[in-house]
C-alpha cells in the first residue's frame, strides 16, 4: 500500500517514470500473483504520463503485457485478457523492427 501511494504522490508531482520505477522494483521481488499484477499495470499507466519526451508507449505496452501474464497466473482471466487487449492496440500495425 506505501509503494502504491508514494507512486501517486510521485505522479501527483509530475515524476511518473520515477513512480514507475518504484513500482517495478517491488514486482521484482514480490511472490504474490495478484499483487504484482497491479503493480506492473500502474507501472504501464505510470509509463503513459511522461510528457518529457513523450510519453513511453512501448514501455506502457511491455509492463501491460507483465501484467497480464501476472493477472492470469492469479486466475483473473477477464483482467489478463483486459490487459493484453490494451497492449495489442499499441502493437497493432506498428512495423518496429528494433528499439529506437
Not at 3 to 20: F, I, N, Q, Y
Not at 48 to 60: C, D, P, T
Amino acid at each position: 500500500r506505501t509503494t502504491l501511494l508514494h507512486a501517486d504522490v510521485l505522479r501527483a508531482r509530475g515524476r511518473p517514470s520515477e513512480a514507475a520505477e518504484k513500482l517495478l522494483r517491488v514486482t521484482v521481488s514480490d511472490p504474490n500473483d495478484l499483487r504484482s499484477a497491479l503493480l506492473y499495470e500502474q507501472a504501464a499507466l505510470s509509463f503513459l504520463m511522461v510528457k518529457k519526451g513523450g510519453a513511453h508507449v512501448r514501455k506502457y505496452a511491455l509492463h501491460l503485457v507483465h501484467a497480464g501474464h501476472r493477472f492470469l497466473k492469479a486466475g483473473h482471466k477477464s483482467h489478463g485478457l483486459r490487459c493484453y487487449h490494451s497492449a495489442v492496440r499499441v502493437y497493432q500495425d506498428k512495423r518496429w523492427t528494433h528499439v529506437e
